[in-house]
C-alpha cells in the first residue's frame, strides 16, 4: 500500500473511534441536536409573530438559517476533540503508533461531518413538523445539505487550529462562543439583512454565514420569487460565495491544522 492509502485507512479508523465514543456517550450528541430544536421552536412560536419576511412564512425563511447555525456549533466538536485528547494524553497515546500523522486530524473532521448529517436529518425533521417545505427538485435539494456539509467541514478544520491552540476544553468552549454567536446572529439567519442599521447591514451581507444561508434557500426553494434578489455581490451569487469561502478556508486551516498539530505532539 502507498502512503496515501496507509493515511487514508488510518484516518478512517480514527473517525470510527470518534463515532464509538459518541455511541458510548449519547448524551453529547442527544443535547447537540436538542439546542437547534430549541431555536426552532423558540423563534417559530415566540419570536416568528413579531418577524415580518414579506410575501412568505418565515418558518420557511428561519429553518434555512437553522440549518447554517446547526453545522456551525457542531464544527466545534472538532476543536473540543483535539483539545480533549491532548489534554488526556490521546494524542501521545496515538504517537506511538505506525500510523499516519494526518490521520488524527482527517479522522477528527470526517468523523464530525457525519454528526453534522445526523444533526440535518433530525431538523429536517423538526422543520417539515413546523411546516417547512421544500420547493426544488431533489437534485436542488441534495446540492443544498452537500453545500452545507462543505461549509461545516472547512469550518472543523478552523475549530482544530483553535482547539490545537488553547489545549484547553473548558477555555475552548467560551472561545468558541464568542466566536460563533456574533458570526452566526449578525447574518441573514433569523432576519432580513436589510432591516439592519447601516454598518451591520454591511457585516451581515458580507459574511459567509450569510451566503451559505442564502445559497441553503435558494436551493430549498425558501425565497419569495417576487421579492428582487438581495442587492449585495455574495447574497446575490449565494452558492458560488460558499463554494469560495469553503476553498479558502480548507486552503489556508488545512495546512495550518497540520503545522499546529505537529507542533503542539512535538512539545
Known sequence: MSALSYAVSDGITIAKRNLIKIKRVPDLLVFTTLSPIMFVLLFAYVFGGAIDIPGMS??????????????????????????EDLQKGIVDRFRSLPMASSAVLTGRTTSDVLINVISLVVMSLTGLIVGWR????????LAAYLLLLLFAYSLSWVMAVVGLWI?????????????????????????????????LRVVAEWNPVSAVTQAARDLFGNTNPAVPPPEAWPLRNAEITSLIWSAALLAVFVPFAIWRYKKAVSR
Open 134 to 141: 421544500i420547493h426544488t427538485d431533489p437534485l436542488r435539494a
Open 58 to 83: 418565515y418558518r420557511e425563511f428561519l429553518i434555512a438559517g437553522i440549518f447554517t447555525q446547526t453545522v456551525i456549533f457542531g464544527s466545534t466538536w472538532t476543536g473540543l476533540g483535539m483539545a
Open 167 to 199: 489545549r484547553t476544553p473548558e477555555v475552548f468552549n467560551n472561545a468558541s462562543f464568542i466566536v460563533i454567536f456574533p458570526l452566526s446572529f449578525v447574518a441573514n439567519t433569523f432576519v432580513d439583512p436589510s432591516s439592519l442599521p447601516g454598518p
